[in-house]
C-alpha cells in the first residue's frame, strides 16, 4: 500500500463517528512576496484553529492552484473528503489533500497531551555532529553551514544544478544511491508531494538514522515509522490571528509558529491519540 493511501486510510479509521471541524480558511502564498525568506506554503485551516501546510511551489503548482480551485467550494467540503485528494495524481488535489490531512492530525494532536515535543530539537535527537556523513534530500543551507564548522562530510540529493559546484566537506549529487554511505539523513517534507519518499527511502543504509522534516510532514507518522524513519519533525500553530496578517502580507512566520518533533520510540500510535 502507498503512502498517500496508507495516511488516508488511518486518518479516516482513528475520525470513525467522529465529527470533524469544517474548514474555516484557504491561504495561498502571494506570487511576489515582499519578504525574500517568504514561506513557499499555502494552508488549510479548521474552525478550530487547527492547520496544514502545504507546499505551493512544485513546478507550475501555485499557478494551477490558483486557476483551478473555488475557494467557497473548499471551504464547504468535510475535510475527510479533500483528504482523499492526497492519493490523486492531479498535483492541485494532492496538494490539497495533504493540507487536509495535516490539518486533521494537527486536531487530532491538540486532544492528545504530551505527543508534540515543541522544545525538543528533531535534528538534536540524531546527533549529526558525531556523524560521519550526513546525507540531506533537498539542500538545507542554514544546516548546511553549521555542520561545515563542526566539520561534519555532508551529501545532499539535489535536482537544481546551481548547487552541483558546492566545494568543501558539501558533495551535491543527483544520485540518491549516495545516501547508501551515510549514517545520518534528512529528508525534506516535499517528498511526500512528488511521491518519492519511498524509493529515498529504499536508498538509505539500513542501520542509518533517518528524520523527515518540514511544516509538511504534519499528518499522523504511523506510515514514516513504519518505514524506519526515527524522527519527524513539523509546525504547529502559536499564533493563529500572527499567522494570518503574516501570510497574507507575504511576511516570514516569525513567532505564529512553532517547530515541534516526535519520536518514534516515544509514540504511542494513531490509534491511541484520541
Not at 538509505?204 to 499528518?219: E, H, K, S, Y
Amino acid at each position: 500500500m502507498s503512502i498517500a493511501s496508507e495516511l488516508i486510510s488511518l486518518t479516516a479509521d482513528i475520525c470513525q463517528q467522529r465529527s470533524l471541524p469544517p474548514v474555516s480558511w484557504l491561504h495561498l502564498p502571494p506570487e511576489n512576496p515582499r519578504d525574500p525568506h517568504h514561506k513557499k506554503f499555502g494552508v488549510l485551516v479548521l474552525a478550530d484553529g487547527s492547520c496544514g501546510f502545504f507546499y505551493t511551489r512544485l513546478g507550475d503548482n501555485l499557478k494551477q492552484l490558483r486557476n483551478k480551485i473555488d475557494e467557497k467550494q473548499i471551504l464547504g467540503t468535510p475535510v475527510l473528503d479533500l483528504a482523499e485528494g492526497y492519493d490523486n495524481a492531479n498535483l492541485v488535489k494532492r496538494s490539497l489533500g495533504l493540507g487536509a490531512l495535516n490539518a486533521i492530525a494537527q486536531h487530532v494532536f491538540s486532544r492528545s497531551a504530551g505527543v508534540l515535543q515543541s522544545d525538543v530539537d528533531p535534528l538534536g535527537q540524531l546527533d549529526l555532529n558525531i556523524s560521519h556523513q550526513v546525507g540531506m534530500v533537498g539542500y538545507f543551507k542554514p544546516l548546511i553551514r553549521m555542520l561545515k564548522d563542526q566539520r561534519v562530510p555532508v551529501t545532499v540529493i539535489e535536482k537544481d544544478e546551481g548547487y552541483f559546484d558546492y566545494d568543501g566537506l558539501v558533495d551535491v549529487t543527483l544520485d540518491v544511491g549516495a545516501l547508501k554511505r551515510c549514517d545520518r539523513v534528512l529528508i525534506t517534507a516535499s517528498t511526500l508531494l512528488n511521491d518519492s519518499l519511498d524509493s529515498v527511502l529504499a536508498n538509505c543504509a539500513a542501520n542509518a538514522q533517518v528524520a523527515l522534516i518540514g511544516p509538511t510532514v504534519g499528518c499522523l507518522p504511523d506510515p514514516f515509522f513504519a518505514r524506519g524513519i526515527d524522527v519527524v519533525g513539523g509546525s504547529r500553530i502559536a499564533d493563529l490571528c500572527g499567522l494570518k496578517k503574516h501570510m497574507e502580507y507575504g511576511e516570514n512566520w516569525g513567532d505564529s509558529v512553532i517547530k515541534y518533533c516526535i519520536n518514534k520510540k516515544q509514540y504511542p500510535g494513531a490509534h491511541c491519540l484520541f
